[in-house]
């Protein structure tokens, strides 16, 4: 079949046309229209006739045009992402990663825009740019207040889902997110478990939404156990900053021993941070975890290979992803028709985080 295809179109062309619709109906010997209805899911298909369709579009490598599905279906089938400060910050870059894999999973293609800067005019802009491709709902994973905040004030007439670390909406937008106070509690939990009373944070910057419900809960969490805890140092989330950040501590102890530290135990709200704290207090002579022990917040890929290994908290940004589309699509089909879904199905519970326990924490 492919070789008629390529003769038709000329001996002397090196690259076979794309086969068509109609080359895959007389393969499968069928008409058209079942080949479009079998695209579009049509319930009225026996599965017999699907399956000799889809053999025919396997054996011609056949791709539906995009362009054509959405003139015949009058829908995009594309949802945008609007993705802010996701650079080298490995949560933000993994839900974004993850909408996308759920996007297609789910058969939508997501188109990204990326926020140059948290100005008003650059957050209209990427708005302007996903809503002028016809995407059908906006997933936003910008973990920023600012964002999520000028975002609840812009007029759009598509559904919204947000994907962030607090399991709050802004301005309604509805919430996909990881239980942030968990994790906070699996770690401090455990350190407290090890024996430690005096748990120092190193937190995120202010304006993040994980920062702030990861300090929320540090705080809760050291009260509800009748530990006071002391004053956060914050970082940018780098690990640059979590060396500078523990360079300091050691400064201000006066000397290199675990006696002169008035804390026996750090929890930095990321991996990164945590890295860098490592460094600095083996580079001061310390031991990691003999003379403090290190937790972390995110399980990166590379966590495994600190020195020592990391403990920290894993969150499930597959799951989170999937979410994020699962509750867009819902506002979709609701929006098409409402009585499709009842409202409080929109509403998704936290993902559930799990501590990764490894070698940066040893018993005081």
């Known amino acids: 079949m492919q070789e008629a295809i390529e003769s038709r179109e000329g001996r002397g062309r090196s690259r ?39 053999a025919a579009m396997d054996e011609l490598q056949f791709r539906p045009s995009r362009a054509a599905r959405m003139l015949s279906m009058r829908r995009s089938e594309t949802i945008g992402v609007l993705a802010a400060a996701v650079g080298s910050h490995y949560g933000p870059a993994s839900s974004v990663s993850a909408v996308e894999d759920a996007a297609r999973e789910r058969g939508y293609y997501a188109t990204v825009a ?33 964002v999520l905040s000028r975002l609840a004030a812009l007029p759009m007439n598509v559904p919204i889902v947000a994907a962030q670390g607090e399991h709050r909406g802004t301005g309604g937008i509805p919430v996909a997110s990881v239980n942030q106070e968990a994790g906070v509690r699996l770690l401090l939990g455990y350190l407290i478990g090890q024996g430690h009373k005096r748990i120092l944070h190193v937190a995120g910057p202010p304006d993040w939404n994980d920062a702030q419900s990861r300090l929320r809960a540090y ?89 020592p290994p990391l403990t920290t908290v894993r969150q499930d940004f597959s799951q989170l992803g999937a979410r994020c589309v699962t509750m867009l699509i819902d506002a979709i089909r609701r929006l098409e028709d409402p009585d499709a879904l009842p409202a409080e199905a929109l509403a998704a519970a936290p993902v559930e985080p799990q501590l990764v326990i490894r070698d940066s924490v040893a018993p005081v």
């Not at 046309?17 to 393969?27: E, G, N, Q, T, Y």
């Not at 501590?249 to 290199?256: N, P, Y």
């Open 114 to 146: 990326h926020l140059a800067s948290v100005a008003p005019g650059a957050i209209s802009a990427a708005i302007e740019d996903l809503l002028s491709q016809d995407v059908e709902g906006i997933v936003i994973v910008a973990p920023r207040t600012t």
């Open 16 to 54: 076979p046309r794309p086969a068509s619709i109609r080359d895959v109906a007389r393969l499968a010997g069928v008409s058209h229209q079942t080949v479009s209805r079998v695209l579009n899911g049509h319930p009225s298909i026996r599965d017999v006739t699907k399956a000799r369709v889809l």
């Open 219 to 307: 705080k809760a969490e050291l009260s509800a156990a009748g530990l006071s805890w002391s004053p956060p140092l914050f970082g940018d989330w780098t690990a640059d900053s979590g060396f500078e950040i523990g360079r300091a501590l050691v400064q201000q102890a006066g000397r290199s021993s675990r006696a002169d530290l008035p804390f026996t135990a750090v929890f930095s709200s990321n991996d990164q941070m945590a890295l860098g704290l490592i460094h600095a207090f083996r580079a001061a002579g310390l031991d990691v975890p003999r003379d403090v022990s290190i937790v972390g917040f995110d399980d990166i890929p590379e966590s495994a290979h600190f020195w």
